[in-house]
């Protein structure tokens, strides 16, 4: 009995621990569940900021299409009215029946719209089994000598002598508008200035100019003037070349985007280079450092997810992917909005302060789509020459600069041309006891999206240092002090990185 009951007892542990377990287990998978869930939408944010190539805009007309089109021989009046005549087949049995019946029951059948001018007379026999409705009706008319055309949906039954009085018809209203032509030609022309307010005035007028009505000469009549001081077009014209060139003016002079680069420019050592390589957004993978305002990353790496108490509600969240050292820490305080803009500047901060680079310049500059802003910082070194036995000082510059031309190509995304140029200093050779000059550039051409950072590398500059070191006294002694020096040889690499946000200015609304 008393066996029986510790046995009981054992399973009725067993059970109770079993429950634990269970219990425990679900608890911590719903914990890793939420943990998941957080890190798939922090690694979410992350594909998305990466940034994507920009599709190809789907536009109207198709150049394929277009060359096909004109590659298609002209086809005239008469065959282009043929194509629109109904192809049902009828079958028709009628003996001397007056044509103008015969042509309505025709387009009673294909329930086609009818007038049949009132010269069309006569009568005519046809038996036609299954034949094509539009070869029935051009053989009626070649029989009977009569002809057609369509007047919208209309299709107008006529006689060769209403045809040639649709021809007079023709000419008459071609000879009046010809003279009223001849009146617009010496009626008053108007005289506007107009104020143009974002485009280039002189190069609206040379495209505006060929819209102006030609005399019999080939001379426009009338002129555009460009007023310099103003910015403004003084136009003569008539009041029909008036209205369409007001109307290009309207939609030709128009606000362009204005777009604001930011750039970080440093040098670091080639081994910080590779250490900053920046993502936006968390991603959930082994060896990185996570950061979020707030929270100090010293010496965190891996999966750990440190938030100092700040829910990461927003994209604050700052990764590391080229695995850094243990010892690179970075602590930052304050919540920021802007991931793409804030972030960036005080990890460089930071890592200026903690020895690991040197800010040489943070210029940010606005400028106008298509327009370039350029950025230069340095010094003009003079150079002595001689001429004809006399001295002449000369200066050529020494900077770094940054060339930056945007293009606003549809919504948010952004065309750069960049073009960059580093100049230094070499004491080491000189010329005619003037220092070398060493240049270095870069240019490319990338595509971005409103808020996107890219990094231009590459710019690299190797430096030799030699230090010696030993006793004192004893080192400097000749020949024996070799045994009591040493020296060192140290090789270093740096690396000037450009860092260039673009931002496009929002439109501000009319007041």
Known sequence: MKKRKNTMGMVTSCMLIGFYAIFTVGCTGLKSDNKNQMFEKWRIRAEESKGYSPSKRKRSVRADEVETTRAKPPADAQTLADQRLPKKRITLKMHQTDIAVLLRALARAVDQNVI????????????????????????????????YDFDGEILRIITLDDRKNDLAKLEA????????????????????????????????????????????????????????????????????????????????????????????????????????????????????????????????????????????????????????????????????????????????????????????????????????????????????????????????????????????????????????????????RTVGGNPTIITKKAETNVILFNGQTTVIGGLNKETDNKAEAGIPGLKDIPFFGYFFKGESLRNKMEEVLIFITPHILEEKEAM
């Open 116 to 147: 049949i001018s009132e010269n069309v007379k006569g009568a005519i026999s046809i038996n036609i089994k299954q034949v094509p409705w539009d070869q029935t009706f051009l053989g009626i008319l070649k029989t009977q000598g009569l002809s």
């Open 173 to 428: 209203e071609s000879q009046i508008k010809a003279k009223k032509r001849e009146l617009a030609l010496v009626e008053p022309l108007i005289h506007q200035v107009v104020d143009i307010d974002y485009a280039d005035a002189a190069e609206l007028k040379t495209n505006l100019e060929k819209f102006l009505t030609e005399k019999t000469e080939g001379k426009p009549l009338g002129a555009i003037m460009v007023d310099e001081h103003t910015n403004s077009l003084i136009i003569q014209a008539m009041r029909d070349d008036f209205k369409i060139i007001i109307s290009l003016i309207e939609d030709l002079d128009r606000p362009t985007s204005q777009i604001h680069i930011e750039a970080h420019i440093v040098e670091a050592t080639s081994e910080t280079a590779r250490d900053l390589g920046i993502q936006w957004g968390g991603l959930h993978d082994g060896g990185n450092a996570w950061l979020f305002p707030g929270a100090n990353s010293t010496g965190v790496l891996g999966e750990t997810l440190s938030t100092g108490g700040i829910n990461p509600t927003s994209n604050f969240a700052v990764n590391f992917p080229a695995a850094l050292s243990d010892g690179f820490g970075l602590t930052l305080g304050a919540a920021v909005e802007d991931a793409g803009r804030s972030i960036l500047a005080a990890q460089l901060s930071a890592l200026q302060r903690e020895g690991k680079l040197n800010i040489l310049s943070s210029p940010s500059i606005t400028t106008l789509d298509n327009q370039a802003a350029v950025i230069e910082s340095g010094d003009e070194v003079p150079f002595q020459t001689v001429s004809d036995g006399e001295v002449q000082v000369e200066y050529k510059k020494a900077v770094l600069s940054l060339k930056v031309t945007p293009h606003v190509i549809q919504g948010d995304t952004l065309k750069l041309t960049i073009a960059t140029s580093k100049d230094e200093l070499d004491f080491t």
